[in-house]
């Protein structure tokens, strides 16, 4: 090793004790942690209560073209219910009723048949409406019991050591025992579990764990290595930057759930490399990115993709992406800007203040404390260039690995179903990670040595008439025992849970209720400026409370005619929603369990809502206030024919 790499691994010893008594020593005040999502939540309150009133008296009236627009959507719903339908041929169809049914022909009832099936299967099969089943007890001990869960999901850490997997699975089963209580006092409707999980995000999240297990254990260096070294960097703040860019552009490409289930751990390992003690910045550099970047696209995450196939209009991948590039990039960009400066004694260690930060990042200059962590990362990779000569070629099995991962890509964006193309993808990882085990790496030899090193001969064993015993064939250790016990089972159970509690919550009526309730006279001009405001703020609020997906279910039931406009704003504001607290969106689950996996527990919900809240807020008016601007998604349903009402 040269001296000069010596002297710095000698700098960055001599102050890393006083770095981290710094940390011990410097805790943020109460005004300094919470002192921002208190401003941005009293700002909103303002802006709603200047927009609309305190008690929304300046709620316009309705316009000329949205009276019309009104009139019309109550003449097709008539018009759909007086239409006579073959009741069997439904019931065959089942939850495919509406397959093909926006291409119908005019010879097999065109739009109006089109507009039937669609009106069935969002009543029947999408958000069937059985809370005037329930007494009033019933829907207060519903909803009693579905809070109290969700504290416990939200805040684990204060009540017993169950863990989230253990509280949502105890949750869910308590509201089934609970639900068939009120069936049998009459207090309230049947109640089918089953129904209420939903299967896809459990294969896409098995088969994406699986996808993940064996890129990672396939091979040493190889493709899951070679990625994480793309992302590590010796300067904090690029390195959160390139965590950044990444789950952006990955999420808009695949889904923001199998991003950050393949890099959270490679998040974490790159902490532990760099001897973090603050891993949180990193984490929500994953995590919220991922939900910002997954709004650009239709594919980006699940309420997109349900989204697209609830709209009455047809909504296509270019046109989505056209309205949301504007204020998702805006919001990304603010998201991002809030992290530098929220976390910036953890990006930009030694620095005094926001200028010299901004100083570093657009004129490369350096603090001493960021030169002792460049020379010490610069080192560490020198000492370990000396001691274990890598090959940076790529191999036969990262080429197949390459080829495996991009035919996976493919099938994703040309629409195949992404459950089954991830579970394939982990299935033939697992054929040729067996095979590569079986046949290609080199068997383990089991030798004996004598106290000076010497190998010793093997024991032969001989039976009572002096014949030698032929040892047994060493038995075959399969994926069963080693590679498959690495799936994250408790993910699962999480999810599986949680659905429950959201359904059984759903059914009572109480979001529907309280969305009604929140709107008020601005249900019929939810997107028009200024409701568009408070409309997104409900929305956040119902993401986080009852999940985003049900949230959008209840949506298209709710106002079946919604143009493409407004389910642009439902879907910027129910995505951009996710970052807001722990529970808001699948993603912060998943790094939250993932971190805790491997031993780093810093992700919580009390550490994530002080930059949570003010961020999601910020990025959701700036991004609002965009979209209802530049848009070109039409205010209108071209197949409701109101586009041309005055």
Request: proline share 5%; with cysteine; net charge negative.
């Amino acid at each position: 090793m040269s001296p000069l790499y010596a002297e710095d691994v000698e700098c960055s010893r001599a102050t890393a004790p006083a770095e981290a008594s710094e940390n011990r020593q410097s805790k943020p005040s109460f005004l300094r942690k919470w002192g921002p999502a208190l401003f941005a939540i009293a700002g909103v309150i303002a802006i709603n209560a200047t927009l609309l009133g305190p008690f929304g008296h300046k709620i316009p009236k309705l316009s000329n073209r949205q009276l019309a627009s009104k009139n019309v959507r109550e003449e097709r719903t008539q018009a759909v219910l007086d239409m006579e339908w073959d009741h069997e041929a439904d019931l065959k169809r089942g939850l495919h009723n509406m397959r093909d049914a926006r291409t119908l022909s005019e010879s097999d009832g065109g739009v109006m048949e089109y507009t039937r099936r669609r009106h069935r299967y969002l009543g029947e099969y999408v958000h069937v409406d059985v809370s005037g089943d329930f007494s009033l007890f019933g829907k207060i001990s519903i909803s009693l019991i579905y809070f109290a869960f969700w504290v416990f999901l939200m805040f684990p850490n204060w009540f017993l050591p169950i863990g989230r997997p253990g509280i949502a699975l105890g949750g869910g089963l308590s509201m089934v025992v609970f639900r068939y209580i009120l069936l049998i006092t009459g207090q309230g409707p049947s109640f089918d579990a089953a129904k209420v999980i939903i299967l896809e995000p459990l294969f896409l999240l098995f088969g994406l764990m699986l996808t993940t297990i064996y890129l990672e254990k396939m091979e040493r260096g190889g493709l899951f290595d070679k990625l994480r070294d793309s992302l590590d960097d010796p300067v904090n703040w690029k390195r959160s930057a390139k965590i950044m860019a990444m789950s952006t552009i990955g999420s808009a490409a695949v889904m923001n759930d199998s991003v950050v289930l393949i890099f959270s751990g490679v998040v974490v390992d790159l902490c532990v490399r760099h001897k973090v003690a603050n891993s949180l910045p990193y984490l929500l550099s994953l995590a919220t990115t991922a939900n910002t970047g997954s709004a650009y696209t239709m594919t980006g995450n699940p309420q997109n993709i349900l989204i697209v196939s609830l709209a009455y209009d047809d909504i296509s991948w270019t046109e989505f992406l056209c309205n949301m590039v504007l204020p998702v990039t805006a919001a990304s960009i603010i998201n991002a800007i809030m992290l530098f400066v929220y976390y910036s004694s953890e990006l930009f260690p030694g620095s005094s203040g926001l200028l010299e930060c901004f100083g570093i990042v657009f004129s490369g200059n350096r603090t001493p404390e960021m030169l002792a962590q460049e020379h010490a990362y610069h080192a560490r990779n020198v000492a370990k260039t000396e001691e274990v000569e890598e090959s940076n070629g790529w191999t036969v099995w990262s080429k197949i690995q390459i080829i495996i991962i991009t035919i996976f890509l493919v099938c994703f964006a040309v629409g195949l179903d992404v459950c089954v193309t991830s579970i394939s993808a982990g299935a033939i990882l697992m054929v040729l990670a067996a095979w590569k085990r079986q046949h290609w790496d080199p068997k383990p030899e089991i030798m004996i040595y004598d106290n000076e090193g010497n190998a010793l001969p093997p024991k032969k064993m001989y039976d009572m008439d002096g014949n030698e015993i032929e040892p047994e064939e060493e038995e075959l250790v399969t994926e069963s025992e080693t590679t498959l016990t690495e799936v994250d089972y408790g993910l699962l159970m999480l999810f599986i849970g949680q659905f429950i509690l959201i359904g059984s919550f759903d059914d009572t009526g109480v979001p529907q209720g309280f969305f009604s309730l929140a709107m008020g006279g601005c249900a019929d001009q939810m997107t028009s400026v200024p409701c568009v405001y408070w409309f997104v703020l409900v929305i956040t609020i119902l993401s986080n409370v009852a999940s985003n997906v049900p949230v959008v279910q209840m949506l298209a039931a709710t106002f079946p005619y919604a143009t493409p406009y407004d389910w642009m704003q439902v879907s910027f504001s129910a995505t951009i929603a996710g970052n807001l607290t722990m529970l808001g969106s699948a993603a912060n689950m998943i790094v939250a369990f993932q971190a805790a996996k491997v031993g780093d527990r810093t992700f919580t919900s009390e550490r994530h809502a002080p930059f949570g809240i003010p961020s999601t807020i910020i990025s959701l008016y700036a991004g609002t206030a965009l979209l209802s601007m530049v848009h070109f998604a039409p205010e209108c349903s071209e197949k409701l024919g109101d586009c041309e009402a005055e």
